[in-house]
């Protein structure tokens, strides 16, 4: 007798990366596939020295269950952070901490989303949310992006016409396409999340890696200036980008109502977040490191982002466009078909990998409509060399 799955599980599949990592077995093969900071970045020294401090000073706490809102000391340190940031309205009681920022978007499925709702999602947008969201039965709408996000137009166009239960961006160098929504379109989301009282979601895991001059401010700290607008927004943060994606912290800042929902359905799964990685997280914070290591990252990565496109530049030419991004982790481009070479991202992907390099192809990351022409490289883990090397054997593939 087979055994009978829920029919929610018919609305999603498995993630293409997931699936794309069991090809990268073959030797030496280089890898811009995956979503990961580089190791090597972490501050070791750093979380050993909080590790440390949590197990002389807090042990009993630490060690023991906790409430399912986050570690008290976690709470207010995440708070602090939010206000270095520009969010100065923020206290430790309007955020729940939750196990990585992807927690939160599945508290957000199942507080919010009921079967056959619209939900707005930018195209292309993060793969775990478009699948979160309809395994809890959303209707996904797809809105345009460009250079600098969301083209905001058409999404009132789309809210206007759908009416949808929530509208889900990463303003900041989004995953995949590295976009950086400008100031002013910033201020029309808000402007239209009040005008049609429409809930906005900003996931914002990338945010602290800018290279350069730092970004517009965040949604959130920007809502202060829009009246209204606080009350419809949720923002989700993360340290997995920035310190390390082991301890599994993120955070989730929202209304009183929905973070008191959240929490009730948070307890039905994980009751709450590993207290020992909250208490390191915050006697991390806690230390005043994070300045400096977020230094060293952003340094590194702008190094390795402009190798990439230099490098994509010179061994593919117009074969391929692509924004240069100004920061996060993801270079995305796509493919022309100059001069009569291949222009799907999946065929492309194919021939890289018999060249030895591997990518994401861009079409999972749509809803709707995929842009087949599409791909996504990162360049966060590979040293120049190997970006070179990688950007090189991209050109072999392209003329293969």
Known sequence: MPIPFARRLDNVETSAIRELFKLLGKPGIISFAGGF???????????????????????????????????????????????????????????????????????????????????IVEGPTFLA?????????????????????????????????????????????????????????????????????????????????????????????LSEQVPGSRELLVHCGSLSKVLSPGLRVGWMIAPPELLAR???????SDAHTSTFAQATAARYLKAGRMPATLARVRSVYAQRAGVMCEALRAELGDAVTFVEPRGGLFVWARLTGAGGKVADGKLFAQKAIEQGVAFVPGAPFYCSRPDI??????????????????MARLGRALAA
């Open 37 to 119: 900071p580089d190791s090597a970045m972490f501050d070791v020294e750093g979380i050993r020295e909080a590790v440390d401090g949590v197990l002389t000073d807090e042990p009993g706490d630490a060690l023991q269950y906790g409430a399912t809102e986050g570690y008290p000391a976690l709470r207010e340190q995440l708070a602090q952070f939010m206000a270095s940031k520009g969010a100065s309205g923020v206290a430790p009681q309007d955020l729940i901490v939750t196990t990585g920022s992807q927690q939160a978007l599945d508290l957000i499925g199942k507080t919010l989303i009921d079967p056959g709702d619209k939900v």
């Open 129 to 221: 949310t478009i699948q979160c969201f309809r395994l809890y039965g959303a209707d996904l709408v797809s809105a345009p992006i460009d250079g600098n996000g969301v083209d905001v137009d058409r999404l009132e166009q789309l809210i206007a016409e759908h009416r949808p239960k929530l509208v889900y961006l990463i303003p900041t160098f989004g995953n995949p396409s590295g976009a950086m929504l400008s100031l002013e379109r910033r201020r029309r989301v808000l402007e239209l999340a009040v005008k049609y009282q429409t809930v906005v979601v900003e996931d914002d895991p990338y945010g602290d890696l800018y290279f350069g001059d730092a970004p517009p401010p965040s949604l959130l700290a």
């Open 262 to 268: 959240a929490t009730m359905c948070k307890q039905f």
């Open 373 to 390: 022409a599409t791909l996504r490289l990162s360049f966060a883990t590979a040293a120049p060399d190997k970006i070179r090397e990688g």
